[in-house]
Every structure is written in C-alpha cells, then in structure tokens.
C-alpha cells in the first residue's frame, strides 16, 4: 500500500488528510506521533494459502467442518484483517451452499 512507502511524519498527515480532508488531524494527532507511525516496526499482508488436509469430511460425505474467520487464518494482530477475512469467508461459504442441494436442518 502507498501508505507504507512514505518517508516521514509530514507526508503520513498529507496522505491522511487527502483522503479524509473533513477530520482535524492537527487536533486529533500530535507531529511527534506521525514520525512514531513512520518509525514503527510492522508486519505486512501475508500472502492467502490453501492447506490441503484441512477439510474434514464424514467417509460418506453426510457431514463436515467448515472453519471461518481466525479459527483457519493466522493473521498478525496488528494489520486489521481478521474481521475481513472472516467475512469473506462467510460469503463464499454461501455461495458454495447456494451451489448445493443441502439441507442444513437434517
């Protein structure tokens, strides 16, 4: 993300403000705290994998596991993706239940 490419405190607060110019940064964050966010170690978007072994699946198909959200992705804690991974992951299981003839009652 361009965010991460910036070099110093002054161009983080343009960068902020450009993309939300109805906030007061000057009174919500102090410079000093704008060259910390420039300074500070972080981790970067880890790459999405697939585990082959992952699924589990009764011998005659009648019933399964589907892991969702932080239970099958290890996101660091820092890079805010938790919640959206696990979101994605709920519509894609309902478009994969939505391709079957399942009823979840049984």
């Keep these: 993300h361009e965010l991460w490419k910036l070099a110093d405190g002054s ?11 109805r906030l007061n940064w000057d009174e919500m964050v102090d ?3 704008w060259e910390r966010f420039v300074q500070a170690k972080t981790t970067t978007f880890p790459y999405c994998q697939y585990v082959p072994g992952s699924v589990v699946v009764a011998p005659n ?3 399964g596991v589907v892991l969702v959200g932080d239970a099958c ?10 919640i959206n991974a696990g ?3 709920v519509v894609a299981l309902d478009l994969a239940l939505q391709d079957r003839e399942i009823d979840l009652c049984q």
């Excluded at 992705?73 to 938790?82: S, T």
């Design 61 to 63: 198909e009648s019933a």
């Design 87 to 89: 979101l994605q992951d």
């Design 31 to 33: 410079d000093k705290e």
């Design 73 to 82: 992705h290890a996101f660091p804690p820092d890079i805010g993706q938790g």
């Design 11 to 21: 161009a983080v607060k343009a960068w902020f403000q450009s993309n939300w110019p």
